[in-house]
């Protein structure tokens, strides 16, 4: 998975606590990114960084944030919890074109 | 923004045989086009890609197609196996300095039978 770590891989929280999922990376990618997949939704952009400090919000960006403190780290935190965000949670890096994802966090809300 | 449709949303054919997935796209100005192969529990997977100054790639038993002036691009997998049974997804995107953000489509299942 290109040097890309996500954790935690699963977890189950209660609706309106906070959740942050963390993405790490070894290959000092400069742009990293937060997916959700749904079933008949493919992937859809949450946040995405192209810097340290540096974020921007995606397609799907009501309920989420996120911060990149170090190049390798970039976090995404749900401030409190709904059903709705039940998902698989994927972080993408990338230099040029080629962007490589990680193995994904599955998180059901209930 | 950026709308990527996929066709069909399921696909099954007979090993050996050739596959073909289609997604048409509304943005004329993106400008790269991946795709991807996602199996059980595992991340997308780049198998190949292609940029709006080409029309045609390959690599091995897969090939892509881009079609700008109709804005759609194929999937093409020859000699089909069944290890490439999994999920496929095309996205696209105006790669720009601030990331490349991807819009994916839905996905096609792809099953082949052996």
């Known amino acids: 998975d290109a040097g890309i770590t996500q954790s935690p891989r699963h977890k189950v929280t209660e609706t309106g606590t906070p959740v942050t999922l963390r993405c790490h990376q070894t290959?000092?990618?400069?742009?990293m990114y937060w997916y959700r997949q749904d079933p008949g939704h493919g992937l859809r952009l949450i946040h995405y960084s192209y810097g340290v400090k540096d974020t921007d919000k995606g397609e799907v960006s009501d309920g989420y944030s996120v911060s990149r403190s170090k190049t390798e780290d970039f976090l995404l935190t749900l401030e409190s919890a709904t059903s709705s965000q039940t998902s698989v949670y994927f972080c993408a890096i990338s230099e040029l074109y080629e962007q490589y994802f990680g193995p994904g966090t599955r998180l059901t809300v209930t | 923004g950026e709308n990527v449709e996929q066709h069909p949303s399921t696909l099954s054919v007979q090993e050996g045989d050739s596959a073909v997935i289609k997604c048409t796209y509304s943005?004329?100005?993106?400008?790269?086009f991946p795709w991807y192969k996602q199996e059980l529990g595992k991340g997308p997977q780049l198998i190949i890609d292609i940029r709006s100054n080409v029309g045609e790639k390959k690599d091995q038993r897969i090939a892509v197609t881009l079609n700008k002036t109709a804005k759609h691009f194929s999937l093409h997998i020859t000699e089909t196996q069944p290890e490439d049974s999994a999920v496929y997804f095309c996205a696209a995107s105006d790669n720009r300095e601030y990331g490349n953000k991807l819009v994916f489509g839905a996905g096609t299942i792809l099953r082949v039978k052996s």
């Open positions: 290959e000092n990618h400069r742009y």
């Open positions: 943005d004329s100005a993106s400008n790269y």
